[in-house]
């Protein structure tokens, strides 16, 4: 059994930071790879950026040069600091996980999922 738990969410300022964090439990060979994913009020869920277990991140381009995603594999947490944040940016955000990252990019690739925490960025 996996459990993802996400906090760090909140409401800032357009140029402003925030950092999401994520604390699994659980079997580690269940969360090799773990990512970001982000859900605007009426749009589909979206991925964000992920880590394998290695550390090697990927992003999806609109984050890119702004987000920087990583991993404390020793206290089985990953992070999302967030700068230069936008009004776009502006969704739930959620943790996910799944045993390998290989061209794993949609929500039904990974089987584990957080609660999701809320950022808000006002302009």
């Known amino acids: 059994q996996v459990q993802l738990v996400e906090s760090g969410g909140g409401s800032v300022e357009t140029g402003g930071s925030l950092r999401l964090s994520c604390a699994a439990s659980?079997?580690?060979?269940?969360?090799?790879?773990m990512a970001w994913f982000r859900q605007a009020p009426g749009k589909e869920r979206e991925w964000v950026s992920k880590?394998?277990?290695?550390?090697?991140?990927y992003y999806t381009d609109s984050v890119k040069g702004r987000f920087t995603i990583s991993r404390d594999n020793a206290k089985n947490t990953l992070y999302l600091q967030m700068n230069s944040m936008k009004p776009e940016d502006t969704a739930m955000y959620y943790c996910a996980a799944a045993p390998y990252c290989g061209g794993l990019y949609s929500v039904r690739d990974f089987p584990y999922w957080g609660q999701g925490t809320q950022v808000t960025v006002s302009s």
């Open positions: 880590i394998n277990w290695g550390g090697t991140t």
């Open positions: 659980g079997y580690t060979t269940t969360y090799g790879c």
